[in-house]
């Protein structure tokens, strides 16, 4: 019997390798630039790590953690709990009490498996512990916006406030109180878990549901006062680094340690799965771990398969309205005049070549490259052609080399 891969845990094959890179390389790069350092915790870890971060009455603890029940274990669902473990336990705080550390690697979560959710997936996390300003939160949003405009990707900002233990147990009284006004009306899951979390019934999925929730009461409108001021903060700290946000007043994390800013990067593009990424602040997390007192922290993390998923659609698209496969960007007449034999060369082997005779500059030759949707360019100048070598230009990942001007070997480099 052929024994195939297990639901929801997918083989990431050579031709999708390359995207992969592609995603950490520019995450490590702008990681770097916001300097932040790697760490690498283990996959594997005690049960009640997950259960006293994550929170017991949540999805994720409650029915989706490969836990080994005798050994008290669980494969990571999430890769906060893990890191700031080892952040306590290695006393990583005492020398320096600021710390920008991030994780990259696989996540576990038994969820029904659909296009861009899996059971084995891959998360970049990014955290920064021990600051508690509200800039702090407005540059990591910048940095997630800078790393999916770097990958080519939109995504749109949504942000909320969760308060903090001053505020937040009046509004949920509120809500309590609004839940049980129109329990007749809510589906049969939010009338057990409203009483036990009632935040949890702001975010179900049930039409019945999201119209009551229209109504429900705000906790942007129940803020303490030192709440309120850091949401200002923060989203002031958008506007001057000219991220763009929306308020999402109903948004609800599903993990309990969160408190004040939350924020999801969303996306139109993967049918249901709309988070690429999410995240927030956790200021009572490490002191509750046993860690430092007074240490706040906040963080995030991008789904890759999603990234991916994003990065494959728009090649996908971009191909279908592709014009050429390659560009010839010939500068100068001699180089005109050496190229069109070599186009003609190319295309006897069936390659969509297009190129200028004019022998325009580069920048507008690099442009209508882009205008046809040329997943290559061969830029050939006077010195180029002196070598008998040109340069290739990957017009998706921008990389270049040097090539001998011979159709065999251009031809051979396209795929
Ligand atoms: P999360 O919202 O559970 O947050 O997951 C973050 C991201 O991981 C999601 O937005 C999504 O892109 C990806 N993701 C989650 N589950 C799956 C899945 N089953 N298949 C594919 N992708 C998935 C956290 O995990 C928090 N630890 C984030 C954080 C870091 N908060 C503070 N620091």
């Not at 995450?27 to 929170?55: C, H, M, N, V, W």
Request: aromatic share 6%; glycine share 8%.
């Amino acid at each position: 019997m052929e024994i195939a891969a297990l639901n929801g845990f997918k083989d990431i094959l050579p031709d999708e390798t390359g995207l992969w890179r592609r995603v950490e390389e520019t995450a490590r790069d702008i990681f770097a630039r916001f300097a932040f350092q790697e760490i690498r915790p283990p996959i594997l870890e005690k049960t009640e790590l997950f259960k006293r971060s994550i929170g017991e009455a949540t999805d994720i603890v409650e029915k989706e953690m490969y836990t080994f029940v005798d050994k008290g274990l669980t494969m990571r669902p999430e890769a906060t709990a893990g890191l700031l473990r080892a952040v306590i336990e290695h006393n990583l705080l005492a020398a320096r009490p600021q710390r920008r550390l991030f994780a990259i690697g696989p996540m576990f979560r038994h969820e029904r498996p659909q296009k861009g959710r899996l059971r084995q997936f891959h998360q970049l996390d990014v955290e920064v512990l021990g600051g508690a300003h509200p800039l702090i939160d407005a540059e990591l949003m910048a940095m997630g916006a800078l790393l999916l405009a770097e990958l080519g990707l939109t995504a749109s900002l949504e942000i909320n406030s969760l308060g903090c233990p001053v505020c937040r147990p009046a509004y949920r009284e509120n809500l309590l109180a609004f839940i049980a006004s129109r329990a007749g009306n809510l589906c049969a899951d939010c009338q057990r878990r409203g009483a036990t979390n009632p935040l949890r019934v702001l975010d179900c999925k049930n039409p019945a549901c999201r119209t009551q929730v229209e109504e429900a009461p705000s906790i942007l409108d129940h803020l303490c006062p030192d709440c309120a001021r850091h949401f200002a903060d923060v989203e002031a700290g958008l506007t001057s680094l000219g991220v763009s946000y929306k308020r999402n007043k109903f948004m609800v994390r599903g993990l309990d340690y969160y408190c004040r800013t939350t924020f999801e990067f969303l996306t139109s593009d993967l049918g249901a799965q709309a988070a690429v990424g999410a995240g927030g602040r956790y200021d009572g997390l490490i002191e509750q771990l046993g860690g430092p007192k007074n240490t706040p922290g906040i963080g995030f993390a991008m789904g890759m398969e999603r990234l991916v998923l994003l990065l494959q659609q728009k090649e996908n698209a971009l191909a279908a309205a592709s014009e050429a496969d390659l560009y010839i960007a010939a500068l100068g007449p001699e180089a005109v005049n050496a190229c069109l034999p070599l186009a003609h060369r190319l295309r006897e082997r069936g390659l969509r070549v297009a190129m200028d005779y004019e022998g325009r500059g580069l920048k507008s030759q690099m442009k209508q490259a882009d205008r046809l949707g040329a997943a290559w360019t061969l830029i050939v100048g006077e010195d180029e052609l002196k070598n008998g070598q040109a340069v290739l230009r990957d017009m998706r990942d921008k990389e270049q080399r040097a090539v001998a001007l011979d159709a065999a070997q251009i031809a051979s480099l396209l795929d």
